[in-house]
Structure formats: structure tokens, C-alpha cells
């Protein structure tokens, strides 16, 4: 065999790319076998990721090379599962359907033990970026399901008793945008653990103007510094989309491609905030 031949050969072997297989399947309550709406399915920390559709169907294309990797399935309210991905991709074959169990919510109950908040009248405030003007705009970071960005907020009392989310749309092109919010903890400058034991859904329907979310109803205490963030969970274009922020806030905004991916800071900061009570 000539050089010449080896050498394309090798080149050849080179340009082939890893091939990708893509899963199908569904997400059930394990109780019911009703199909779930917008779980995360994604590789953990390798920015593979998709959000099931309103009926727990998903989608979602696996390199071979992730093939060793974990594959977590997720959502509040739920038991998580995981997965060698390979085994996943089988076992999806055999049967296209994964089953989650309701996780047991226990209700913490608020005990104020210092001195300084005993008999205390809460306080209205607003907390977030506060900085954020309609002037200056940011949009999501990247087009794909399970995309998330949000903001640090510090805590400066406990309790904190939340009321509402706000955020001003500068520019909203699809008929609806319907997102998910997520409250997490703080470790490393970066999202712990979700602190919510339900879904917040909510949607948005005009084409520039104030978003306001009331979440008075699901209880909500925050007892540190936390990460709000919004979740793309409808396929809907790119670019349809853009949020006020603000240049003047401490932090970059905290960002996600996608579900069960690694978190970053990165760009202007959307400009989030809360009404609380403290």
C-alpha cells in the first residue's frame, strides 16, 4: 500500500465524526402512567440535554463518545433517576417509557428563634437587580430545551417570605412564551440544589412589557442567598426573545445550555426581581 494511500486513509479516519443516537421516549408518573410535562433529560455536566413536551414525550441526540457518562432524568416534585448512558439507550429500546416516583414533600415549619425577629412586622421589599433598565436588553444565551439564566440575589434577612417574581420583556415575538422558574441554593457562587418542591410554570403573552408572577401561593421562605433563574421549556426559534438588565450589577449573569449541563457566569445580568416580605 502507498504512503500516499495510508496517509488519506488516516486523514479519512480523522474527519469521521462519533455518531450520534438518537432516544425517544416518555416520562410517566409511576403511580398514574400519566405522562409528565418538562422534565430534564440530560447527560450530567456535558451539555446534552432536552425538556419533555407537555405529554412526556422527548427527544434527545447521544454522542457515542458520552456513552460511560451519567444521564439524569429530573424534576421538582419527583425522585431523580440516573443512568449509564449506554445502558439508557438500550434499555429506551426495549422500552421507550421511564417512570419517576413523587417524592414525599415535608412543610418546614418556620420557627424564629432569635430575638431580633420576635414579634417583628414583616416588611415589603423588593430585592434582585434593581439596576436593570428597559433601555438595555440581554436575550437567552442559547437556543435549546432546558436552557436556564438567572441572577444571584443576597439575603439579607431571615425569613424571607416571597411574594412575587418581576421582570420588564423589552421584546417578546412568539404568541406565547411559557417558561419555567427555578429558586436554587448557593454553593461555590453557583446553583446547589433546587429549593422548590412544585413545578412554577407561567407564561407571557405581550409583545414588550412587565412580567409578574405571583407566587404567594407556594410558600416560598428563603433563609440565604439564592439563584433565580428562568428555564426554556417550549421549542419556540431563536431570537424572539429579550429581557431589560442592567450594566451597573455586581454579577454576571448564570447561565446553563441545557438540562443537567454545567453552569457558568456569563453576559449582562437579566434583570430579575423579587418582592419579598422581611
Do not use: C
Amino acid at each position: 500500500m502507498s504512503r500516499f494511500l495510508l496517509l488519506s486513509l488516516s486523514l479519512f479516519m480523522l474527519e469521521v465524526p462519533s455518531l450520534a443516537q438518537t432516544v425517544e421516549g416518555k416520562v410517566q408518573n409511576a403511580a398514574t402512567e400519566e405522562g409528565l410535562a418538562y422534565v430534564n433529560i440530560g447527560v450530567v455536566g456535558k451539555n446534552v440535554g432536552t425538556v419533555s413536551n407537555q405529554d412526556g414525550d422527548f427527544l434527545i441526540a447521544i454522542d457515542e463518545q458520552y456513552n460511560q457518562d451519567t444521564l439524569k432524568i429530573s424534576m421538582v416534585g419527583y425522585q431523580p433517576r440516573s443512568f449509564v448512558v449506554a445502558n439508557f439507550k438500550e434499555q429506551m429500546q426495549d422500552d421507550p417509557t421511564v417512570a419517576l416516583t413523587e417524592a414525599v414533600a415535608t412543610l418546614k415549619e418556620v420557627v424564629i428563634k432569635d430575638k431580633r425577629y420576635r414579634g417583628r412586622k414583616l416588611k415589603e421589599r423588593i430585592i434582585g437587580n434593581t439596576k436593570a433598565v428597559p433601555t438595555n436588553q440581554t436575550y437567552f444565551a442559547f437556543n435549546a430545551l432546558g436552557n436556564e439564566m438567572g441572577i444571584f440575589i443576597k439575603v439579607k434577612r431571615n425569613p424571607t417570605f416571597v411574594q412575587n417574581f418581576n421582570l420588564f420583556i423589552t421584546e417578546n415575538k412568539y404568541e406565547t412564551f411559557k417558561f419555567r422558574l427555578n429558586f436554587y441554593s448557593v454553593k461555590n457562587g453557583k446553583p446547589y440544589q433546587n429549593l422548590l418542591n412544585q413545578n412554577v410554570v407561567a407564561s407571557f403573552t405581550e409583545s414588550r412589557g412587565q412580567l409578574t408572577v405571583d407566587l404567594r401561593d407556594y410558600n416560598i421562605m428563603l433563609e440565604d442567598d439564592v439563584i433565580v433563574t428562568m428555564e426554556w421549556i417550549e421549542e419556540l426559534g431563536e431570537h424572539g426573545l429579550a429581557f431589560s438588565t442592567g450594566s451597573s450589577w455586581t454579577r454576571r449573569a448564570i447561565v446553563r445550555q441545557t438540562s443537567q449541563g454545567n453552569w457558568k457566569e456569563g453576559g449582562p445580568p437579566i434583570g430579575i426581581t423579587l418582592k419579598v416580605l422581611q
